[in-house]
């Protein structure tokens, strides 16, 4: 490894720009595990990462990508021998180090996953997003939400994490209601199982916000934020609760305390960023077996690195459906 590709983001004044360059080892920063990476993926972080004042960067110029799946090449960790195949994710990986849109990426042992049951191809087609969707999930499951309490709301459905949240929800029982403002995704989403796919809510954004609206969900994965999540909350049943990982509706939430004291409604936060090693690694053995999702083929799309930043700009317009998986080895 004298030397490798690398998609890296520069900053010029009010402008971020991204090209492929040759890097060397001393440009990976320290750790014990060396990877060589086969995948990456596509995922919001990423096109905020290349988005003036995306405030998801420390320090520029970075290698975006905030998850890889590889084969360890060199190890200093008992935990890791050379051959073996990896993901990783999370953490300050793409956003305060070097990530995933480069041949070769160096990490601590402790933000290493082993693959276990999935493939390269699989791990990253699940990604960050993929893993959100299951952290989502489990949430709720973990909370006593059951298939028969009634519909499940996924919004932002087209998504990333949304479609995948569809998928695993579908195949653990539920009724599975996709909310999405792309007409172009219901048979999709029908695919994925879904039962019903309805469009954007709340239905009228001009509509003035009510505290408690008539009941229509057992629980939510809200992938939006913004005025999606005050509807969503304002409608979930007695005791539900929403899983809530998105803000592409934007940060600030209007609503009152009415869904939370007059219906024991729960909001959930879902963060994979900082998620202890530990469970991670448990989370992703569940991704290998029991909550592996059934139609990655249908959701995911293979790009090219130095094609990624085509991607980047329509997930930022809000124009991409699924998940888009990074070929790098053979990608620049």
Known sequence: MDSFQALVARQDGDRITASVETLGPSD???????????????????????????????????????????????????????????????????????GGYAEYARLPADQVVALGALSPHEGAAIGTAGFTAAMSVQALIDWGITPDAGPVVVTGASGGVGSVSVDLLAAAGYQVVASSGKQSAA?????????????????DPDA????????????????????????????????????????????ALHTTVMPFILRGVSLLGMDSVLMAIARRRELWALLGNSLKPRHLDAVSNDVDVKDVVGVLDQLRAGSYSGRAVVRVAGGF
């Open 28 to 98: 990976l920063p320290p750790g014990d595990v060396t990877i060589r990476v086969l995948f990456s993926s596509v995922n919001y972080k990423d096109a905020l990462a290349l988005t003036p004042k995306g405030g998801v960067v420390r320090d520029y110029p970075i290698v975006p990508g905030i998850d890889l799946t590889g084969e360890v090449v060199e190890s200093q960790s008992p935990e890791f021998s050379v051959g073996d195949q990896v993901l990783a994710h999370g953490y300050q990986i793409g956003t305060g180090h070097h």
């Open 187 to 203: 048979g999709m989403l029908k695919d994925l199982g879904a039962a019903e796919v309805i469009g954007r809510l709340p239905a």
């Open 208 to 251: 003035k916000p009510r505290p408690l609206a008539k009941a229509r969900w057992a629980g939510a994965v809200d992938c939006v934020g913004g005025a999606t999540l005050a509807d969503v909350l304002s409608t979930v049943d007695y005791g539900g609760a929403v899983a809530a990982s998105g803000l592409t509706g934007g940060p």
